[in-house]
């Protein structure tokens, strides 16, 4: 096991973290591994690992045998077997904050005997050297040489307060928005475009200018409701307050594409070491339960259904 976790992980460091292990009493077993084995398993130098010929074929083995002992347990356990252990997952602040934080505490009340550790970092992460189970990443095209599991579809709204609206005006095309306070997600780039896409007409952009940029949804929504000028955001970050009125949809046949709606998916993003534990399984399949195609952010209030067919 303590071969295949620093394999796994590319280095020792991140290896004995994840095993609650000192980085040199994990050296020191694998240095009597390969003393019993009489064979050199790893390559090592201060900067990288790598397997040998000898370290390939062992490394093959130990994985069958971790699968079939993984396999074993579950047999033995039942399939009525609850979850448990630590599971370990990332995800970006906004997410985390606004949406997987609650999903969360139904997910522990319905697993007891899990404990979850949740981390919240606006950067890629690396599973494997930082020791996740899973990260729950926003984005077009998962990272390659991960498994990725796709759990939502993410739509981008483009917004203003009532309070806004009422002193400015409501935009009526994309042109309009070249006359109004636009508040942008600042990154690497200078965000003075943005782009719409139209069913019927294409695509479209347009330079916009405003007295904010700000690097982080939950802020730019922040300054929205307060009036300050008009945001693409994520619905997951402003379904309740367009349900609520405090928030309202412009624009609606404009679809934002590129920039911040770039993150258009949620996937769930794991290593392909073996197939998913219980505790991961129990992950997926709880937020695929409660997100679908139509995750509760983007579902309607009762008040707007009015009895349609559509909300039945």
């Known amino acids: 096991m303590c071969f295949a976790r620093v394999v796994d992980s590319g280095s020792f460091s991140a290896a004995a973290r994840s095993l609650g292990l000192g980085k040199s009493a994990l050296s020191k077993q ?67 904050n606004l949406q997987l934080s609650a999903l969360l505490s139904e997910f522990c009340q319905r697993y007891p005997q899990l404990q979850v550790q949740l981390l919240l970092n606006d950067r890629y992460v690396d599973l494997a050297e ?19 599991r796709r759990l939502a579809p993410l739509h981008y709204r483009l917004c ?11 935009p009526e095309s994309v042109e309009d928005l070249l006359q109004h306070h ?38 730019l929504r922040v300054a929205a409701l307060s009036g300050m000028g008009l945001a693409i ?9 367009l349900r609520a009125g405090r928030l309202q949809a412009l624009l609606p046949e404009w679809t934002p594409v590129g920039g911040i709606a770039d993150a258009n998916t949620l996937y769930a ?9 219980p505790k991961l399984r129990a992950l997926i399949d709880f937020m695929l339960e409660k997100l679908g195609e139509e995750p509760p952010w983007d579902r309607p209030s009762p008040a707007q259904c009015d009895n349609s067919p559509l909300c039945l």
Do not use: K
């Open 30 to 96: 694998l240095g009597r591994l390969e003393a019993e084995l009489g064979v050199q398993l790893l390559h090592r130098t201060t900067r990288s690992l790598s397997l040998s010929p000898a370290g390939q074929q062992v490394y093959a083995r130990a994985l069958r045998l971790l699968e079939d002992a993984q396999a074993l347990e579950e047999e033995m356990a039942g399939q009525a077997s609850e979850p448990r252990g630590l599971l370990r997952l990332s995800t970006s602040s906004a997410f985390g």
């Open 130 to 148: 930082e020791g996740f189970d899973v990260v729950l990443r926003l984005t077009q095209e998962p990272s390659p040489g991960l498994v990725a």
């Open 160 to 170: 203003a307060s009532p309070s806004y609206l009422a002193r400015q005006g409501r």
């Open 182 to 219: 636009c508040l942008r997600f600042a990154s690497g780039q200078a965000p003075g475009h943005w782009h719409f896409r139209h069913a019927s007409l294409g695509e479209q952009s347009v330079a916009v200018q405003g007295p904010l940029s700000i690097n982080s949804s939950e802020a």
């Open 233 to 241: 955001l994520p619905s997951y970050a402003i379904g309740e307050d």
């Open 269 to 277: 993003v794991y290593l392909p070491r073996r197939q998913p534990s």
